[in-house]
């Protein structure tokens, strides 16, 4: 007991290591490289003591008792100082992860988010006075075997090796916290638990009550929910250098999703092909078409949607042309541009009223053009339609309801950082479209703010997880005088 209070209170100090996500290289010149994806550091010939603290520096913990030590044995007091300007070099760079300790205890590891000349966030320093609240941006997650903590607003995330640091985030979360409830919940001393502060602070895990009110009450900040500030931010590379873009991460875990979905079937609909040269000499010029596009809720049910028109409209917006594959994957052709040309956005048509085609959830297989009914009880009265006639502000059902899900596994197993955004743009892209095909048919078409996301999963029987509904879209025939 006496030597864990000794610890306990011991002195508070710090331990580097090279940043697990870089890479040493050893040229054929004898000198040294760093790299992490598109950055390098060229570290040029080093001595015998920088290159054997580098060398350390990559698979384990260096303090500045280590370096000293280190770099005396091999080359002799004089280069030390070297040394540490090296590893202060390194560390201003973001080449290095910094754990606090006491003793042998491990209090809380910092790991670097960004790379290069400014990617440090400026150090700040904890009030005594002050009492901190957790970030409503802060999320904790697994990482490495310990939970960490981080928010989009820093290029730090913090580990908390020590579980006692669980303790003061949830102090922090429930109410707030100073320098004496994180010494208590940490057992140690309050300059030790000043040091702690510190860290937490400068990550903007914890913050000080006026920048607190600024997160909930002040722009621009209080705009942003922590989820799609999070997202954003994850999404558009530059400040941090996680992976983001077509690093394949699946590739040697899971087979490629198909290009072609296998959903359960009731029956088929075979649909005929339009004349898309007919179309071209039908339609108005492209310029009049985007003049016109506007949003029509209400549809013509004395002269509902006919099959051969929706089975047009689906055409022109998304039939998919296989194209062969790329990077181990099936890829095709739409209408429109897509990421990675994976198609990985499908179309379900909740049918009401349409002439010629009976009611129900059906299925556009978009490489037969073709409809597979999937649930008879699609054209009822649903959450699903009731939460779309609510979105749409209309007393009816719509002639047909659109939902556009995505396979996001088809993005996942490519990319890293922006699948979801990227799913997100392409369904707007999609949308676009259908109006503009739509206008041109004399069609009636809406797009939705929202859609019931569990209604349709419910409806359909897919797993959100697999294949979530993005987007939701009326299509109906247009009322006499409602047009352009």
């Not at 699946?250 to 092909?273: G, I, M």
């Not at 990675?340 to 978009?366: A, F």
Request: proline fraction near 6%.
């Amino acid at each position: 007991m006496a030597n864990a209070t000794a610890v306990a209170r011991g002195t508070v100090h710090e331990s580097f290591r090279l940043r697990r996500d870089a890479v040493l290289l050893a040229g054929d010149d004898g000198g040294q490289t760093l790299r992490h994806s598109r950055f390098e550091l060229p570290l040029g010939r080093l001595g015998v003591g920088r290159s054997a603290l580098v060398l350390r520096l990559s698979d384990h913990w260096v303090s500045e008792v280590e370096l000293h030590r280190l770099v005396t044995g091999l080359e002799g007091e004089h280069r030390v100082l070297a040394a540490q300007v090296l590893l202060r070099r390194l560390a201003a760079h973001s080449w290095l992860e910094r754990r606090l300790e006491i003793g042998t205890r491990v209090l809380l590891e910092i790991t670097p988010r960004g790379l290069g000349s400014g990617s440090v966030p400026a150090a700040r320093r904890h009030d005594r006075l002050a009492r901190y609240h957790l970030s409503r941006f802060a999320a904790v997650r697994p990482q490495e075997g310990r939970l960490a903590v981080l928010t989009p607003l820093s290029l730090s995330t913090v580990g908390c090796v020590d579980p006692a640091l669980g303790r003061v985030l949830a102090d922090a979360a429930g109410g707030a916290c100073d320098r004496v409830a994180v010494a208590a919940a940490l057992g140690v001393d309050e300059t030790a638990a000043g040091r702690v502060l510190d860290e937490l602070v400068t990550a903007r895990v914890l913050v000080a009550p006026g920048q607190e009110e600024q997160e909930r009450n002040t722009a621009p900040l209080a705009y942003w929910s922590a989820e799609d500030l999070t997202v954003h931010e994850r999404s558009r590379p530059g400040a941090h250098v996680e992976p983001v873009g077509g690093t394949y991460p699946f590739r040697d875990r899971f087979p490629a999703p198909p290009l072609r979905p296998e959903p359960a079937v009731v029956r088929s609909v075979v649909l005929q092909v339009p004349d898309l040269d007919l179309a071209a000499k039908q339609d108005d010029t492209f310029t009049r078409v985007v003049r016109a596009r506007r949003s029509i809720r209400a549809h013509d049910d004395q002269r509902p949607i006919t099959r051969e028109q929706l089975g047009e409209f689906l055409y022109r917006v998304q039939h998919t042309e296989p194209r062969g594959e790329a990077g181990g994957q099936e890829i095709g052709a739409r209408p429109y541009p897509g990421g990675g040309s994976l198609c990985e956005l499908e179309i379900y048509p909740v049918v009401t009223r349409c002439d010629g085609l009976d009611p129900g959830l059906y299925h556009y297989d978009s490489l037969d053009h073709r409809l597979n009914l999937l649930n008879e009880r699609g054209g009822e009265d649903t959450p699903l339609l009731r939460y779309a006639r609510a979105a749409a502000g209309v007393a009816t059902s719509p002639q047909v309801l659109l939902v556009v899900t995505a396979r996001v596994q088809r993005l996942m197993w490519k990319y890293e950082g922006l699948s979801y955004p990227m799913v997100l743009k392409n369904a707007g892209v999609l949308t676009e479209l259908m109006y503009l095909v739509a206008t041109a048919m004399g069609l009636a078409p809406c797009a939705l703010g929202a859609g019931h996301g569990s209604g349709f999963a419910t409806l359909s029987g897919l797993d959100p997880l697999v294949e979530p509904s993005v987007a939701d879209f009326l299509l109906g025939s247009r009322r006499p005088g409602d047009g352009p």
